[in-house]
């Protein structure tokens, strides 16, 4: 058996496992309260992407969801990512720009954005909040040293 810190190369190709034991995080398999004032995942975290994101902290190697907003008249940054992500709409209504392509949006529906497409999302209220949920595959290709994001200069 090799050690949990041995990194496998091309020459072990044949040692792969055929059963899995079963794995149980250390941290809580439940987070409370996502979207209130004590989530520490969230610090720093909307500041940076200038519009309201509430992190999901729960100990998922592959997949990660997070809860944001788009304040009335507001949008996102434009930026890109390696990792797909799926928006599923709770609440308002806008639209997408994915790599130049308009995808109107409301309450109820789920947009897709591929990876590394540059894409920027927008409120079309001016004043009533819009409010999704996006699921990512983001943590996982971070585990692999694959994940990138990038901001637009301009947005």
Not at 44 to 70: M, N, Q, Y
Not at 117 to 123: E, T, V
Request: aromatic letters at 10%; a neutral charge; hydrophobic letters at 35%.
């Amino acid at each position: 058996m090799k050690p949990d810190n041995y990194i496998y190369s091309s020459r072990d190709f044949g040692e792969t496992i055929a059963t899995l034991d079963i794995a149980r995080p250390d941290r809580p398999l439940i987070h409370k309260d996502v979207t209130g004032t004590k989530n520490k995942a969230n610090q720093g975290f909307t500041e940076d992407r200038k519009h309201p994101v509430h992190i999901v902290d729960l100990p998922s190697r592959a997949v990660s969801v997070s809860i944001g907003g788009i304040l009335g008249g507001g949008r996102t940054r434009k930026h890109r990512h390696t990792y797909e992500t799926i928006i599923y709409i709770l609440k308002g209504k806008g639209y997408s720009i994915v790599e130049g392509v308009r995808a109107d949006w409301e309450a109820g529906d789920a947009v897709l954005v591929p990876r590394w497409n540059w894409h920027q999302h927008f409120n079309l209220s001016e004043t009533e909040y819009a409010e999704y949920l996006g699921a990512e595959n983001a943590p996982m290709l971070q585990n692999l040293g694959l994940a990138l994001r990038e901001e637009a200069e301009k947005w």
